[in-house]
C-alpha cells in the first residue's frame, strides 16, 4: 500500500480544508498519514487518520529586533554572532528530522504551502513533494492583487498599474524585512542557516527561493494542488504545474447540537420560518479570533448595539471559548451568545453570516446559500483578498473591523437584508460551480501519475 504523508501546518482550518482530500485518498486505497505539531493529534485522529509527530525544524524567519529587546536573551544571541552554534544545532535538528522521515518512508508528501520552505528538507533525502494549499495562489499574477490586499480590481488598466504598486510595496517590505533580520542576527537567521545547510546536500536555494508571493518564502518548480475555489477566484490564466482541485471539502462536521439552549434556539427559530418573521443573522470570526482579543471584543460590543437597533432581527454571536461574555452584558432579547456553536448545522438556518472571511467559512455559507457581511481580521492572511472576491461575485459586502461604526455595519446590514434575492441569488450560483469540482475525481487520477511518474525517475 501507498503511503502519502501529509505535512500539515498545525492550523484546524487548514486541517479541515484537506480533509475531504485525505478521505478520497484513503478510500482510494493510500495509507494516509498526517505529521504535524501535537496540538493537531486529537483532531486528526478523532477522524481516523495516523497521526506522527513531525520533529520541529527552524525554516520560519525570526524577528531578532523583537527578541533582541529582551535582556535575557541578549547573551544567547550574542553568544551566536560569534560561533557556529546556531548552525550546529539546525543541522542537527534536520537530521533527526531526515531519521523520522524514513521511519515513515513515504511515497509522496502533501506538504502545507504555508510552509513550503520545508520542501528543501524533503529534496536533501529524495522524497518527492507536492504543495498544497488552502488560499488562491499566494504567487504573484499579473493584474491581480496580492491576497492579503482589500484592493477590488475594476478596469482593465487600472488593475494593471494599482496591483503591481501593490505588489512592489509588499516585496519592498518583505526584501526589508529579511535584510534587517539578516544584519541584526549577523547572518544566524534561519533562512541563511538552511541555505548554509542547503549547499551540504548541494542545493543551491538562491536559484530555487521564491519570493514574488503574497505570505512568506516558497520554491520554484513545485506541481501545487490548490484547494481555494477556481470559481470563487478573479478570473486569470493560471501558472504551469497548478491543480485547481477545490473546493474538494467537506462541511458536515460534528457539532454538539443536543445542547439545551441550542435546541431552544432553533425551536425559535423554526417558530419565526414558519410565520415568515424575522431575519436570522449568525455572526462569528472564526477559530483565529483569541489572537485579536481587542479587535474581538469591540467589534462584538458593536454587534450587541447592531442587535438593538434592529429588533426585526435575531441574531447568534458565537465568541470562542476564551472570551469573557460578562463584557456584553445587558444583551438584548434579540441576541443568543454561545462560546461555541455547530457552524454547519446552524448555517442551514441564516439568512445572513457576519464573518471573518476564513475560506472554509466561506465555503460553509455557500453550500448554505447563506449571503456574508465579511469583516477580515487578519491583514497578513487571506481574508481581505477573500473579502474582495466574495464582494466581486456579489455574494456579500465587506467592512474594516476597525473602523465600521454600529450605525455603518447596521447599514450594511440592512442593504443585504433588503437585497437578499439578488446576493442569494448570486450565492447559489457560485455553489453550483463549487459542486462541480467538489465531488471530482481528477485528484487520484493526477496523484496516480505523479506517483507513476516520481517511480520512473
Known sequence: MLKILIDLLPAHGHFHAILKIAFKLKNDGYNVIFGSHLSMQKEIEKYGFLFVELPDVPVTKVNFAVRLSKQNKFITYFYWFLSREKYRKSKKDVSVFH??????????????????????????????????????DTRKINGIPPFTSFYLPNGKLTREIYSN??????????????????????????????KKIGKDYNIDMNKRIEIKRSFGVGIKGLSRFIISPAAFDFPHPEKEQVYRIGPLIDIKRDGNILDARYSSLLARIEAMKKDKNGFIVYCSLGTISSNFKKEVTKFFKKMVQVSKSNTDCLFILSTGKDFNINDLYPIPDNLFVFDFVPQVNLLNYCDLMITHGGMNSITECVYNDVPMLIYPLSLKWDQPGNSARAVFHGLGLRGKIKKDSVKMISKKLIRIKSNHVFYKKNVIEMKKKFEEKNQSDELLQIIDNMLTNFNSL
Open 99 to 136: 531519521n523520522a522521515i524514513h521511519l515513515i518512508k513515504p511515497d509522496l508528501i502533501l506538504l502545507d504551502e504555508q510552509v513550503a520552505i520545508k520542501a528543501f528538507l524533503y529534496e536533501m533525502i529524495d522524497f518527492p513533494v507536492v504543495v498544497f494549499q488552502t488560499k488562491p
Open 165 to 194: 504598486f501593490l505588489w512592489f510595496a509588499k516585496l519592498l517590505k518583505y526584501k526589508f524585512i529579511y535584510l534587517y533580520n539578516r544584519i541584526l542576527s549577523s547572518g544566524q537567521d534561519n533562512y541563511s542557516i538552511l
